[in-house]
């Protein structure tokens, strides 16, 4: 149990595009969804805390406008990078924490590899 | 906020030895999680620790939640090359941060067969 997805694994585009990536729960329902950023060999870095039906929450320094964020379901968050740049080229990952969670488990989806040419 | 100390940093280790990583916080902490992440993947659960004291194993992994839940290490008996990976821990964030984690800065493993 506790499966999470994202869709694609990888992308590469051009500079200037916006791409879309997906994160979904398989098996559970997922209060709060979870984006993070992951550069070579280091921590994750939170960007934004995703609720459904509500704006997410950005962490400081991350742009709204730049990252969006839309949480349609319990099961699907989606994050946007808009107008990417090669600066943008990171492993993505999102995170889900279920409904019956009591001590704020996540657990992760495979991430997904941007590279902005 | 809270800050979660990782050591060590990295390990150089051959197949077969026993193996020991450990956090420490700043502040106290309810809950230790502790997730691998393989390369070019996603963190993986695995083991949570929900009290003061407590002992939990999974497999040859063994996490224990420090008496002053200011701590918590992971061990990994007898290593295979499949251990390798990054290691992290993990505890809420505190405060209003609501069902957010706080993550050490990973134990980078590797296994020399």
């Known amino acids: 149990g506790a499966v999470v997805s994202q869709h694609p694994s990888r992308v590469i585009c051009k500079s200037g595009t916006s791409v879309k990536i997906e994160c979904r729960s398989l098996d559970f329902q997922a209060t709060t969804m979870f984006w993070y950023r992951q550069f070579p060999k280091q921590s994750l870095m939170l960007m934004a805390t995703s609720n459904e039906g509500s704006k997410a929450t950005y962490e400081q320094g991350v742009e709204k406008d730049k990252f969006l964020i839309n949480h349609a379901s319990l099961t699907l968050s989606t994050l946007t990078v808009t107008s990417a740049h090669p600066e943008d080229s990171s492993f993505y990952i999102c995170?889900?924490?279920?409904?019956?969670?009591?001590?704020?488990?996540?657990?992760f989806g495979p991430g997904t590899r941007l590279t902005v040419l | 906020g809270q800050q979660l100390n990782q050591s060590p940093q990295s390990m150089f280790i051959q197949e077969g030895e026993d193996v020991s990583m450990n956090c420490t916080s700043s502040s106290i902490f309810n809950t230790w999680l502790w997730y691998k992440q393989d390369p070019g993947e996603g963190p993986v659960l695995l083991i949570a620790?929900?009290?003061?004291?407590e002992l939990t194993s999974n497999g040859r992994l063994t996490a224990q939640f420090g008496i002053t839940r200011k701590d918590s290490f992971l061990n990994i008996s007898a290593s295979i090359p499949s251990d390798v990976g990054i290691y992290f821990c993990?505890?809420?964030?505190?405060?209003?941060?609501?069902?957010?984690?706080?993550f050490g800065q990973g134990t980078i493993l590797t296994v020399h067969p």
């Open positions: 620790l929900y009290k003061a004291g």
């Open positions: 995170s889900a924490t279920p409904l019956a969670a009591v001590y704020n488990e996540q657990f």
């Open positions: 993990a505890g809420p964030a505190g405060g209003t941060s609501y069902g957010k984690l706080t």
